[in-house]
């Protein structure tokens, strides 16, 4: 049995969107006619002209939109285009999620972005994206998963906050708000990042610390960048909630977007368990999984758990994902003075050559001597880090081949956890320096077979014992 | 196994869009030779590529294009100068799209992209028919009444 799914009108405004600077052509008509015959006359004409053409191809375009379900052969048809016409068949097997974004139009209209993604089409885009209305994008729902029971898990706002905080970046911020600050700039026709600028040079000359004023306005630019990841993660993590099914995961969350996104369990290439700075101060953890084709959310991690205690991590992850449990016993660094001192061997060099490299600042820029001490805190505060999520790697770091693979490590400041069957493996790399082949060990970087290639590097194994369970794991002779 | 290829319509679909291509370049050249007389040698050797290209180059292109439906995956042999082999087994296709521009249209034929991660196949333009069938046996779907 078919069913056939049209797209709401509410796509027409999305396609007009783009093509509404077309009807500036007649205004530019209008004026340079004014000044140089003293006239109005054809520029309505050719206004009504421009709109009815914009707005008859986003009707053609919308109309050529058509969703079909072919619910006996498992099978969803997309089809668009007027002159350049596309028809794309996937089975529904083969989807990677389905997502659908509400934001407030949306809900005025009754209408949801409805996209389909796979693990083809361009990375971080969406294969198929259009509008439907709420009806229908429940219908379509119930015809790719079926008609569920979900068992509802909702989480906290101080939980979401706490997420919101730990894992949002000055970095993140920046990448949010200097296009926003820009386009606002040039709608208003000001230069509001100047203003912005000049507004935190005053204040930081308002400030008065050891440190020179420069380091008052890049802290400045730094703490605000980290407030606007901050609002940003709290207003997309909040309202989170978790549906779960036998086969299927629904994940909602959003205040003023509403976002729902639906995939298959066999869909998950990977899980990952992750711990940022903070969290760690915390000891808490975020569970999330890894989908193929994970459209334009910049990432195709989807958070399952936003923030919990180890014990709560791993009971859930057992409880939701028992075929991503590892079975093996796993290596583990040796555990002696010398690999300890392997771990921290490069942040000792790292923090020895910060101290030595300001002392010879100090001495050549004697006018700097603030500014340097600065720039030495943050550099040994780094090294330090460094040196700390060695010790880590020393004391936690872990790997296990069988039929589920398990690697625990570190990335950057973050540490890392990852849960893969074998099959889903891409790669292992062993890589061996000279002092590797002179102490017996390697480091092994795993690749997961995806779109997003997701990897964990675990340093100072023993490499007859990885190489024995490599080979065992993967039956080679 | 099966063996396909490519439609003679499809060859003449190719040779119009290599000269209307050729035509419009060598036309903008010749417009604007005043401002470079450069563009006059362009054009003619734009002309002559393009000749080249749609009387010999295509022809033998299209005669070499293999299509071959084993058990296991499609391979598509092709190439003049350099021979290429794809070979794309069953279990690592996601999708299978046709794509259809307004001259094919016309011609009754419409290309293939057949999609994997972080890869994808092209088939150039095949009857439409046999594009449905492809597709169809392809992603599962059988008794598929719908116009393309």
Redesign the interface.
């Known amino acids: 049995m078919k069913k056939i799914f049209k797209a709401h009108p509410l796509m027409i405004f999305g396609f007009l969107k783009p093509t509404l600077i077309i009807l500036f052509l007649p205004v530019i008509k209008g004026v340079v006619q004014y000044f140089t015959e003293r006239n109005f006359e054809g520029v309505i004409g050719f206004f009504i002209f421009v709109l009815c053409a914009i707005l008859s191809i986003a009707v053609l375009r919308w109309r050529s939109y058509t969703l079909?379900c072919?619910e006996r052969?498992?099978?969803v048809?997309i089809k668009y285009g007027i002159?350049?016409?596309?028809?794309?068949?996937?089975?529904i097997a083969?989807l990677s999620s389905v997502q659908t974004t509400q934001n407030p139009i949306d809900y005025l209209c009754r209408a949801v972005t409805f996209k389909i993604n796979?693990?083809?089409?361009v990375?971080n885009r969406t294969d198929f994206e259009f509008k439907l209305s709420l009806k229908n994008s429940k219908e379509v729902s119930v015809l790719l998963y079926g008609k569920g029971e979900p068992k509802a898990v909702k989480y906290s706002v101080l939980k979401v906050a706490i997420l919101a905080a730990t894992t949002s970046s000055a970095f993140t911020g920046m990448l949010v708000a200097v296009p926003l600050i820009n386009r606002a700039g040039n709608l208003l026709g000001i230069g509001l990042s100047e203003m912005l600028l000049n507004e935190i040079n005053s204040l930081s000359g308002r400030i008065e610390t050891y440190f020179p004023p420069v380091v008052n306005t890049v802290s400045l630019i730094v703490l605000g960048a980290y407030f606007v990841s901050f609002v940003y993660s709290f207003f997309k993590y909040i309202n989170f909630k978790l549906f779960l099914e036998k086969d299927k995961l629904e994940v909602r969350s959003g205040l003023i977007v509403r976002t729902r996104t639906s995939f298959r369990k066999s869909a998950i290439n990977n899980i990952k368990v992750e711990q940022t700075l903070l969290m760690q101060l915390l000891r808490r953890y975020a569970l999330k999984v890894s989908v193929?084709?994970y459209g334009d959310a910049k990432s195709e991690s989807e958070v399952i758990i936003p923030l919990g205690a180890n014990k709560e991590i791993k009971d859930k992850l057992t409880k939701y994902f028992p075929f991503f449990v590892p079975d093996e016993k796993g290596i583990r660094p040796a555990r002696n003075y010398l690999t300890q001192s392997r771990y921290l061997f490069l942040p000792a060099i790292y923090f020895l050559v910060a101290i030595a490299l300001s002392i010879w600042l100090v001495v050549f820029f004697e006018d700097l001597t603030r500014f340097i001490l600065f720039l030495t805190f943050i550099a040994c505060s780094l090294v330090l880090g460094y040196a700390y999520m060695g010790l880590f790697q020393y004391k936690h770091s872990k790997l296990s081949f069988g039929d589920n693979i398990f690697a625990r490590s570190n990335k950057g400041f973050r540490t890392y956890e990852l849960y893969c069957p074998k099959e889903n493996i891409g790669e292992i790399r062993i890589i061996r320096f000279l002092p590797d082949m002179w102490y017996k060990t390697c480091r092994v970087r795993v690749l997961v077979r995806?779109?997003r290639a997701d990897n964990i590097r675990v340093r100072h194994l023993d490499y007859q014992s990885v190489k024995a369970q490599i080979y065992k794991c993967f039956n080679i002779e | 196994m099966e063996r396909g290829a490519l439609p003679k319509r499809t060859l003449v679909l190719w040779q119009i869009r290599v000269v209307m291509l050729t035509l419009i370049l060598v036309l903008l050249c010749i417009r604007y030779n005043s401002v470079l007389p450069v563009l006059n040698v362009a054009a003619a050797v734009i002309g002559v590529i393009g000749v080249l290209v749609a009387v010999l180059y295509l022809p033998i292109f299209f005669k070499g294009y293999e299509i071959l439906f084993k058990n296991e995956a499609i391979i598509i042999n092709y190439g003049v100068f350099i021979k290429f082999s794809h070979i794309m087994p069953y279990t690592r296709l996601i999708y299978a799209q046709s794509f259809s521009t307004p001259l094919a249209s016309i011609f009754g034929v419409t290309a293939v992209s057949l999609k994997a991660a972080r890869s994808r196949v092209i088939i150039p333009e095949i009857k439409i028919l046999d594009a449905k069938y492809i597709i169809d046996s392809l992603t599962g779907e059988v008794d598929y009444e719908e116009d393309f």
């Open positions: 079909i072919n052969d498992r099978v048809t002159l350049f016409k596309r028809v794309a068949k996937i089975d083969r796979t693990e083809a089409g990375h193929g084709g995806s779109e």
